[in-house]
């Protein structure tokens, strides 16, 4: 029984430990040919890192677009996005799992039908709005698709109501109204859950890649994902050192960001798991 368990035990770490390579191979490759030039990459000789590692690479890469502009419109857009985000859904998931209102269950579900619907769906809407609007090719544009949050509103509505009702009822017997209720005692016992969106949040927008080409067409509003295809050229192919370095420069800041606020975004999953 004792040695079932054991191999059991030793199968269950061979199979995290095979899915930890597998997620680590190709940002190891990255961070390894971003400092290989061309004829060393096509040599064969790519798995290992360089001996000389060639840094010129990166001043390629701003040299050859403006991604100093491109990260300072990422960084607007992203967290403009956020911020606007957590102002409509945590007094959204407030109303939907404290307050009692006919057609609570039908406005729920069609948050719930937003997550489903995929971007490529509405794109096209979307695009006609913005456009009509007068918005085209700035970076409001690139927000307002993205205000309402449909899987922001469920996971803080989940947490919310996790939430005892004692604390509530102590808190109007003390004066608080709504907005106070929620600013002081719903979001800072929801930190985990916040902190977490907020990570998911900022990595899908972060990457996105279809709403900003199809709704931006100048250097000044384009982000950094838009900048990384500049480095696929049709006639010569991709200079795959220059790609990697740019794509290491892109990445770096979502990974940095998840390490560093690992602990709240496993919490959140944890909290979750304990009082599900």
Not at 60 to 70: C, D, G, K, L, Q
Not at 101 to 108: I, K, Q, V, Y
Not at 182 to 209: C, E, G, Q, R
Request: glycine content about 6%; aromatic content about 14%.
């Amino acid at each position: 029984m004792r040695l079932k368990r054991r191999n059991s035990g030793l199968l269950k770490y061979f199979f995290l430990f095979a899915i930890t390579i597998i997620v680590i191979i190709p940002f190891y490759l990255v961070i390894v040919i971003a400092f290989k030039g061309s004829k060393e990459i096509f040599s064969g000789n790519y798995l290992l890192p360089s001996l000389t590692p060639r840094l010129e690479n990166f001043k390629i890469v701003f040299e050859s677009a403006p991604f100093v502009r491109y990260m300072i419109n990422t960084i607007i857009v992203v967290f403009g996005i956020l911020l606007m985000q957590l102002a409509v859904v945590i007094p959204a998931a407030y109303a939907f799992a404290r307050m009692k209102f006919r057609g609570a269950n039908f406005l729920f579900i069609l948050f719930i039908i937003q997550i489903m619907l995929p971007l490529e769906a509405l794109v096209v809407p979307n695009y006609q709005i913005v456009r009509s609007a007068g918005l085209y090719n700035t970076l409001i544009a690139m927000m307002l698709p993205f205000i309402g949050s449909g899987y922001g509103t469920f996971l803080l509505r989940q947490s919310f109501k996790q939430i005892p009702k004692d604390l509530e009822d102590a808190a109007i017997i003390d004066g608080c109204g709504h907005f106070r209720f929620i600013w002081n005692v719903l979001v800072p016992l929801s930190k985990p859950t916040i902190v977490t969106f907020s990570l998911i949040s900022i990595a899908t927008h972060w990457n996105d890649y279809i709403w900003p080409l199809i709704i931006t067409d100048s250097q000044n509003v384009r982000t950094l994902t838009i900048g990384l295809g500049m480095f696929v050229q049709q006639e010569s192919g991709a200079d795959w050192g220059v790609l990697m370095a740019a794509t290491l420069f892109i990445s770096l800041p979502i990974v940095l960001l998840f390490l560093a606020l690992q602990k709240t975004f496993l919490e959140s999953f944890l909290t979750s798991g304990m009082k599900g």
